[in-house]
């Protein structure tokens, strides 16, 4: 089945946080939500997707991936990246990184958290390094995790 990819719609907001709230439970439930679902959907709703740099991959006029990226003083970023649990492993995720390294260009950063070993291979086997663990004080569920940077200078 085909993967496109588009921007968010205002209109999306209730499937893009589905897609959230699903892969959330079903790959990182070690980490607990700090806001409970109706202000996540609040959060995707009145700011995450109006701030437009949303993108949702779409198959078969469903939803069923999202990306939200954001540009620093020093380089892009991965702020949110999920797939719905039963699309996993179909190249969506890879697709996503491909327009993000593509868009934002190199240094591209993201955090993960240190137990979600398998988005930690995810990322690695697409070229990004690990550069800064932590012990998650600074991060919102206060679990450890891990910053980790693609740099295309560095051959990945």
């Not at 897609?19 to 995707?44: K, M, N, T, W």
């Not at 009145?46 to 469903?62: C, Y």
Request: aromatic letters at 10%; one cysteine or more.
């Amino acid at each position: 089945m085909e993967i496109t990819l588009r921007p968010a719609f205002g209109t999306d907001a209730d499937v893009v946080a589905d897609v959230y709230l699903a892969s959330r439970e079903a790959f990182v439930s070690f980490a607990p939500l700090a806001h409970g679902d109706s202000e996540v959907r609040q959060y995707i709703t009145h700011i995450l997707i109006p701030g437009g740099q949303v993108t949702v991959a779409v198959q078969e006029q469903k939803i069923v991936g999202m990306m939200a990226t954001s540009c620093g003083d020093c380089c892009g970023s991965i702020d949110h990246l999920y797939i719905a649990p039963e699309y996993t492993g179909a190249g969506i995720g890879t697709k996503l990184l491909a327009q993000a390294k593509s868009e934002l260009g190199s240094p591209l950063r993201l955090y993960t958290f240190q137990e979600n070993t398998g988005a930690r291979r995810f990322y690695e086997r697409h070229g990004f390094c690990a550069i800064v663990f932590s012990d998650g004080v600074d991060n919102e569920e206060k679990c450890p995790d891990v910053l980790y940077e693609w740099d295309a200078s560095a051959g990945a």
